[in-house]
């Protein structure tokens, strides 16, 4: 089957350590402490794929898309069980490169009562990915990690010959390198996906400034559509006349956040890409997102078509 997005960005493990109980681990206002030397056993564990553009493609998988995911792993034990659950997702991984002797990208995530700290690890890759043999008609770019800048131009140049709209959700490394450096991406993007402090800092403002004069900014610098989420409050549209659309997130049981970005990032996408209206992409976003929420991990509580249709029927939506 023809893909119809090309989802581009980095294949994570996340190893999540649920330690909300442990009276050995402190938590003080905004800081935790963990004894030195100390042996912390962990009454639950669990281990999911991560990474964005993971994340997405098997959001828009489960939504009746169709993605082709590109990235790169290695061949250690990690690697493989990465791409074990990728198929078991009925991912297409023939453009994932497996490179011999390299390891996994992987996250340790302690979860405290639903805040999480995460630390990362992050193999340096050489993005030699395959992409001009695609033909979709869009293009997810999402975080690479370091050394993202050759195969970010080459993504432009795949777009500029394959016509392929582009989708662009920046992840640290990129925003980190500030918004002149990414002034040849935006000026080929058709939808930003940010979060409220991502679109400030790009733009140099702080997270309280106006928002429709951020949203502004940004599409001056090339955009069609951007589209700002600003969590517990909801998520934002503006398109490419000027006019703005606003979603409040869903009520929804609160278990753990990780992945409601992406979750939302991929209801938004699939609902877009097949036609619908800025309103409904936001409501198919922000539904995807409470769900994820309510789940916990980044792919337990992505959702179907027929999941979406009666997660808006319950709320007296559909």
């Known amino acids: 089957m023809q893909p119809q997005v090309l989802c581009v960005g980095n294949i994570m493990l996340d190893m999540f350590l649920h330690a909300e109980k442990n009276p050995e681990i402190v938590s003080v206002s905004n800081a935790i402490t963990i004894p030195l030397g100390s042996k ?15 994340n997405v493609t098997i959001g828009l998988s489960r939504l009746g898309v169709t993605p082709v995911l590109t990235a790169e792993t290695g061949d250690d034990a990690l690697s493989n069980s990465a791409l074990d659950m990728l198929k078991k997702e009925n991912i297409d991984c023939s453009h994932v490169v497996i490179t011999p002797g390299a390891k996994a990208s992987f996250a340790v995530v302690l979860d405290m009562t639903g805040e999480r700290t995460e630390f990362v690890h992050q193999e340096v890759r050489e993005h030699n990915l ?9 293009v997810y770019l999402a975080s690479v990690g370091n050394t993202w800048q050759e195969l970010y131009t080459r993504v432009l140049t795949h777009s500029d010959q394959t016509h392929a709209k582009i989708i662009f959700n920046p992840g640290s490394m990129q925003l980190h390198a500030g918004l002149e450096a990414l002034l040849p991406v935006l000026a080929k993007t058709e939808v930003l996906l940010v979060n409220n402090e991502e ?21 001056a610098k090339g955009p069609r559509i951007v589209v700002v989420t600003q969590g517990e409050k909801g998520a934002t549209v503006r ?14 049981s609160f278990v753990e956040k990780t992945g409601a970005g992406d979750a939302f990032s991929s209801g938004f996408t699939a609902a877009y890409i097949q036609g619908k209206t800025l309103q409904e992409a936001l409501l198919w976003g922000s539904a995807n997102a409470a769900s994820v929420i309510a789940h916990g ?19 007296n939506i559909a």
């Open 297 to 315: 991990g980044g792919q337990q509580g992505l959702m179907d078509p027929s999941q979406l249709e009666m997660s808006l029927r319950e709320r």
């Open 239 to 252: 398109d490419d006349s000027g006019q703005y659309f606003f979603q409040e997130s869903l009520p929804t």
């Open 40 to 54: 912390i056993a962990i009454p639950q564990t669990d281990i999911h794929l991560g990474g964005c553009a993971v």
């Open 199 to 219: 679109a400030a800092g790009l733009v140099g403002k702080g997270v309280d400034s106006d928002l429709h004069a951020i949203m502004d900014e940004l599409h």
């Open 130 to 138: 395959p992409i001009d043999d695609v033909t979709a008609p869009w």
